[in-house]
T-cell receptor
Framework: DTEVTQTPKHLVMGMTNKKSLKCEQH?????MYWYKQKAKKPPELMFV???????INESVPSRFSPECPNSSLLNLHLHALQPEDSALYLC???????????????FGSGTRLTVV | AQSVTQLGSHVSVSEGALVLLRCNYS??????LFWYVQYPNQGLQLLLK??????LVKGINGFEAEFKKSETSFHLTKPSAHMSDAAEYFC??????????FGKGTTLSVSS
C-alpha cells in the first residue's frame, strides 16, 4: 500500500458544527503532515507529527485541533470554523522528519472543506 | 531560511512546444528540491525530485529538471507539450528536513 487516504473527500459544515478530517497511511511512515490550500495558492504547512508527537505547529488557530492516535492515523478536528477556513486540506506522510526530503513525501487527494 | 521562487505565475504553450517552468531556490546549502503537479480538484503528484548526485533528474510523463548550483535553479522542462499537461505546477524545497515548503505555483496552459 503506497497511498495516503483522506476522508471525507468533501465536507460542508456550519460555523457552529464540529467535524473531523481523517488521514490514514500504511506505509510505515512515522511523520505525518497537514497542509491547507486555498484556491489558486500553494499548500501551506499547518502541523507536523513525528512518532505520534506534535513536532511543528505553524501558529494555527485553536479551532483546528490535530490528533495522531497511532502511527497510521492522523485526524484534524474542526470547531467553530469561519467561512475563510474553506479550503482543500491535504495530508502527507514521509519516512520521518529529516528523511522525507530524501525518500519523498506522499500526499493524499485532500478534503475539500466548505464552511457556511 | 530556505525559500523557493517560481518565476511566472502563468505559462502558455502550444501543443508540441517546449515547456519550461522556472524555479529558483535561495540557500547557501543546496536543498532537496521537488516538482509537483496538481490537476483541478485533485491532490499533489510528484513529478521528480533532486536529492544528491546526478544534476539532471528525469521524472514521470516526460518531464525532467536540471539542478544548477551556480544559478540556484531547478527549472522543469518537457520537450513536447501535450494537452493533458495543463495543470498547476509547484516547485518545493526541503532543506531543514522538517517539511516541504512550496513556491507560489505556475499554471500551465496548453493550446491546440
Amino acid at each position: 500500500d503506497t497511498e495516503v487516504t483522506q476522508t471525507p473527500k468533501h465536507l460542508v459544515m456550519g460555523m457552529t458544527n464540529k467535524k473531523s478530517l481523517k488521514c490514514e497511511q500504511h506505509m510505515g511512515h512515522r511523520a505525518m503532515y497537514w497542509y491547507k490550500q486555498k484556491a489558486k495558492k500553494p499548500p501551506e504547512l499547518m502541523f507536523v507529527y513525528s512518532y505520534e508527537k506534535l513536532s511543528i505547529n505553524e501558529s494555527v488557530p485553536s479551532r483546528f485541533s490535530p490528533e495522531c492516535p497511532n502511527s497510521s492515523l492522523l485526524n484534524l478536528h474542526l470547531h467553530a470554523l469561519q467561512p475563510e477556513d474553506s479550503a482543500l486540506y491535504l495530508c502527507a506522510s514521509s519516512q520521518d522528519i529529516g528523511q522525507g526530503a530524501y525518500y519523498g513525501y506522499t500526499f493524499g487527494s485532500g478534503t475539500r472543506l466548505t464552511v457556511v | 531560511a530556505q525559500s523557493v521562487t517560481q518565476l511566472g505565475s502563468h505559462v502558455s504553450v502550444s501543443e508540441g512546444a517546449l515547456v519550461l517552468l522556472r524555479c529558483n531556490y535561495s540557500s547557501s546549502v543546496p536543498p532537496y528540491l521537488f516538482w509537483y503537479v496538481q490537476y483541478p480538484n485533485q491532490g499533489l503528484q510528484l513529478l521528480l525530485k533532486y536529492t544528491t548526485g546526478a544534476t539532471l533528474v528525469k521524472g514521470i510523463n516526460g518531464f525532467e529538471a536540471e539542478f544548477k548550483k551556480s544559478e540556484t535553479s531547478f527549472h522543469l522542462t518537457k520537450p513536447s507539450a501535450h494537452m493533458s499537461d495543463a495543470a498547476e505546477y509547484f516547485c518545493a524545497g526541503d532543506q531543514a528536513g522538517t517539511a516541504l515548503i512550496f513556491g507560489k505555483g505556475t499554471t500551465l496552459s496548453v493550446s491546440s
